[in-house]
């Protein structure tokens, strides 16, 4: 493991890669669509020239070789190489065909890092499921669209966890705030004005990263019993619908 690496693993607008880099990290950046690579190859040249920051244009699959990525030409953040997330709500989308590689492989060319990002739109379990146990991160997050993320941390050997809230200053999670209809609401109106002045300040955290990672998020380790719990308490067992519609979640975990 590489003590100074990161990995981005869903590079988007660049904003984590960013965090990263100003905090002395070197960073392996994946990123599917060739589109937001060659806007990040110009943002980010000095970083690219001094050696801190390698970009790859592929996306991460269970094998090498090419698959058809879901470009979605409404909302770039949506794009997926599953056809359902990459597509949803009928919203405009352009097929291309993106090369791909294995957790495994990217990791045996550049190194394993001290923490794995991953944010790829239904994907995050097959990168999880990429990594060698004997040889991972100590740190890896991603997104909580389900457990299977859970489980599949879990048997990399992952024995701590975290599951913190992108929507509430990625805080950890609390049910009773959750609950709460009206700190809900003035949290909503907080995030859509947070959203527009981000245009023009830079915030530590902007909204769309994936925040902080390791040691700096907030709260306890707690066990996958836990996430588990809290994860239902949040969806419905019986639907699997929020019990409010202003919260997402991060699983944090570490070795």
Not at 5 to 34: F, Q
Not at 126 to 154: F, K, Q, R
Not at 211 to 236: C, K, L, M
Request: hydrophobic residues 40%.
């Amino acid at each position: 493991m590489v003590q100074d690496l990161i990995y981005d693993i869903g590079m988007h607008k660049g904003e984590d890669t960013l965090y990263y880099l100003k905090k002395g990290y070197r960073v392996v950046a994946v990123e599917a669509n060739p589109e937001l690579v060659n806007k990040a190859v110009e943002l980010f040249k000095e970083y690219i020239e001094s050696g801190k920051l390698i970009i790859i244009n592929v996306g991460v699959a269970d094998k090498d070789g090419s698959l058809t990525f879901y470009r979605n030409d409404y909302e770039l953040e949506w794009s997926s190489f599953d056809k359902v997330i990459g597509t949803r709500d009928y919203t405009p989308f352009t097929e291309m065909q993106i090369p791909c590689r294995t957790a495994a492989s990217i990791f045996a060319e550049y190194g394993v890092p001290h923490y794995l990002k991953i944010d790829i739109e239904g994907y995050d379990a097959i990168c999880i499921n990429g990594i060698e146990t004997s040889n991972a991160p100590l740190y890896v997050s991603c997104e909580a669209s389900s457990l299977d993320c859970l489980d599949a941390l879990v048997q990399k050997g992952y024995t701590q966890f975290k599951l913190i809230n992108q929507a509430r200053n990625f805080t950890a999670f609390d049910i009773e705030l959750e609950k709460n209809t009206l700190n809900c609401f003035m949290q909503m109106k907080w995030n859509r004005l947070k959203m527009k002045l981000q245009k023009w300040i830079l915030f530590k955290y902007q909204m769309g990263s994936s925040g902080p990672f390791g040691e700096d998020t907030p709260g306890p380790w707690v066990d996958a019993a836990y996430i588990r719990h809290a994860y239902n308490q949040f969806y419905s067992a019986s639907n699997n619908q929020p019990i409010n519609g202003l919260s997402w979640f991060d699983i944090h975990a570490k070795k």
